[in-house]
């Protein structure tokens, strides 16, 4: 039985590595931060209880800038692999968490790969360390692939470059099986709920059932390359399955606008948006709708609030995977349109539920915090 690590275990991809691993047959060790707050919703359909015979899923408190820690469940475990998941990783906020941001991101990922070192185990544990699309920031070419140059446009995105550095460097200097994925957005209805995709859905469901009446954006004219984080875990596996160490690109190759993210959340739910304006004074309307769901004909459901945008904004994000599709035979299966379909689908249900149970009496905390 193979052993694995996953740091960030209790984030969207930690939860579907999580899963794919156990349905492969992994002894599985999940690292999670101690926090007041109870945030394992993610992995609790996953997590048997400790006195449970044949036990295969194990979490440790740990964080990416304690080495002694790190270094004590590596000894511990003894793993064939680590996935280093674990981030500070939204990108707006690391412009208010520089020094945080760098010390787990960065710094971490270095602590990771000493403790691997440290322990002697290079021929044994195989890394992945999970790098960034944000890594190209003010992109220098279109598509970008494994040989685009980097130019990192947040505290975040520079973090990562020196992860993405540290780990090139202890494959060459020590031999380590280490790989960078470097991997564009990838979203899921159990994506964080203050990432933009996660923020629109929310916000949509939310005033289909009359629970909030618009929502305040950023810069919707930003281009990304969404994919499903499901698609996404699987390529981390193939990654480390491969002969040999290398980094590689994961992307679907479709790039989109915020604002057509919005426009298909509406759609799913049969209201079609009129947009007004441009810059920091573009807001929308509902033009029509079915009478299915709260919204009314001439309501503003958005506006620009400057407060959103970044200092410095990365405007376009597309990815070439032909390495990966090449030598991994990884395929994205999901579009952009039906993940977010899932996502506001799966998130009318959520506020449908919670509504009930609101009126129920019972007290309802937020998913996902």
Known sequence: MKKAIITGVTGQDGAYLTELLLEKGYEVHGIKRRSSLINTERIDHLYEDTHVYNKKFFLHYGDLSDSSNLIRVVQNVQPDEIYNLGAMSHVRVSFDLPEYCADVDGIGTLRLMEAVRTLGLTEKTRIYQASTSELYGKVQEVPQS??????????????????????????????????????????????????????????????????????????????????????????????????????????????????????????????????????????????????????????????????YFRPTEVDLLIGDASKARNLLGWEPKYTWQSLCDEMIDSDVELFKKDTLLRKAGFEIKNQYE
């Open 146 to 307: 494994e040989k685009t140059p980097f130019y990192p446009r947040s505290p975040y995105a520079v973090a990562k470059m020196y992860a993405f550095w540290i780990t090139v460097n202890y494959r060459e200097a020590y031999n380590m099986f280490a790989c960078n994925g470097i991997l564009f957005n990838h979203e899921s209805p159990q994506r964080g709920e203050t990432f933009v995709t996660r923020k629109i859905t929310r916000a949509v469901a939310k005033m289909a059932l009359g629970l909030q009446d618009m929502m305040f954006m950023g810069n919707i004219h930003s281009q990304r390359d969404w994919g499903h984080a499901k698609d996404y875990v699987e390529g981390m596996y193939r990654i480390l399955q491969h002969d040999t160490p290398e980094d590689f690109v994961l992307a679907t190759g479709v790039t989109t606008k915020i604002k057509d993210f919005i426009i298909r959340a509406f759609e799913r739910l049969h209201v079609e948006l009129e947009f007004k304006g441009e810059g920091v004074d573009e807001t929308a309307y509902v033009k029509s709708h079915d009478n299915t769901y709260a919204f009314k004909t001439g309501q503003q459901v958005l506006a620009i609030d400057p407060r």
